[in-house]
């Protein structure tokens, strides 16, 4: 590393308010300049979690890859399960992020398009003091508990150099060990080479999801994948808004899907969202008690629109009048106004035995409305409504 230019941080989140360290970091650089050693020059809360970043460049200018945040805390908590967890699950996966605009293929992104991941999520009734990732190399990695989720336990980050992560994260033999104080528990989890790097996933209408009228279903369709089978896995979804089912849930997504329907009313009108399609070659295990999941996976990311509200005013009625036998009058509405229009010989029946005469959409901001029955009835009455 560049150490004139590697920058540590060390703050508190838990207890609030936030708190910052003051470290020393002079001279405690090793020989390489690949390890640094900080020193709080006021010894940490206990207990407290203390969150750490990164950044930095090396000598050559490349900027630091790899996890540049994470956490540890001062006390021995005790990670559990919480949740209705039946298994134990680890993980092992890499994905390519894409982006895809209306008018063009998906494009790698810019910044870190590369990204690795390793998590364990534990059972409910499991407790851990810590839990660590050994890699084929031989190197030891630990991994980071989600304090809103303190089942999840997760050692990742992002990449800019495929080659760069490909020789940092290989396939090979990663063995998970969760510590325990009465016993720990060791995990071999094998990440073989021959699950191969699928291309990126390529929305076929995306124009389409520009005006998606958010009061009917909307079919999300992508091209069919290269090498695709029922034993592959497909996730779209649209950010904190709707998502396909999960691998392993009813309705799930097989590798041979080319569309998935979001449900009318799902989406809000006038609004904007950001969606993604992810297909992955996956190799999914259990014994019963635990589950492992290995994939390499493509992510396309893109934006789907939804279409205004549609103002409804309220119904004129005018120009009301006889033309060639046939009664008719004017309704003052607005473009693309659905309207509904209804009729009855005696005003005293009830409305909802009314006859529908017609539902149409106004084609603009007035519609003529003619009753072909009104030359041969004594009295008709007539009343229009929005919708249908």
Request: net charge neutral; with cysteine.
């Amino acid at each position: 590393m560049d150490t004139n230019r590697t920058t540590p941080q060390f703050y508190t989140s838990i207890p609030t308010p936030p708190y910052s360290y003051t470290y020393t970091m002079s001279n405690f650089w090793n020989s390489t300049s690949n390890v640094l050693t900080c020193s709080p020059v006021s010894s940490f809360l206990v207990p407290t979690q203390v969150v750490w970043t990164v950044t930095g460049f090396d000598r050559s200018g490349n900027k630091l890859q790899g996890t540049k945040v994470g956490y540890f805390f001062t006390s021995q908590t005790v990670g559990s399960g919480s949740g209705t967890n039946a298994f134990t699950t680890f993980l092992i996966g890499r994905a390519d992020l894409y982006t895809q605009a209306v008018n063009g293929q998906p494009t790698r992104y810019l910044v870190e398009p590369y990204l690795y991941l390793a998590t364990t999520t534990l059972a409910s009734n499991r407790t851990t003091t810590g839990i660590t990732l050994t890699f084929p190399s031989g190197g030891v990695s630990n991994l980071v508990q989600d304090v809103v989720a303190p089942e999840n336990w997760t050692f990742g980050g992002f990449m800019t150099n495929e080659a760069t992560l490909e020789t940092n994260f290989p396939s090979g033999n990663y063995t998970f060990t969760v510590n325990a104080t009465a016993s720990n528990e060791t995990k071999v989890v094998s990440f073989p080479a021959s699950l191969v790097q699928p291309g990126a996933p390529i929305l076929s209408n995306l124009g389409a999801g520009q005006a998606v009228d958010s009061t009917q279903p909307f079919t999300l369709r992508w091209n069919s994948f290269a090498g695709g089978t029922p034993t592959d896995f497909i996730v779209a979804g649209l950010t904190t808004t709707w998502q396909s089912p999960n691998i392993g849930s009813p309705g799930a997504l097989d590798g041979t899907a080319t569309s998935v329907t979001i449900p009318a009313g799902t989406l809000a009108p006038g609004k904007t969202y950001n969606g993604s399609v992810g297909f992955s070659h996956a190799i999914l295990a259990t014994n019963g008690t635990e589950a492992t999941y290995v994939y390499r996976a493509a992510i396309t990311q893109f934006v789907l629109t939804t279409k205004p509200a549609t103002v409804t005013a309220a119904l004129v009625v005018t120009n009301a009048g006889w033309s060639g036998g046939v009664f008719g009058f004017d309704l003052l509405t607005t473009s693309g106004q659905t309207v509904t229009v209804v009729s009855t010989t005696n005003v005293a029946n009830p409305l909802p035995s009314w006859t529908i005469l017609l539902t149409t959409n106004s084609p603009g901001t007035q519609i003529h409305i003619s009753d072909p029955h009104s030359g041969t009835s004594p009295a008709l009455f007539y009343r229009a409504r929005n919708g249908n």
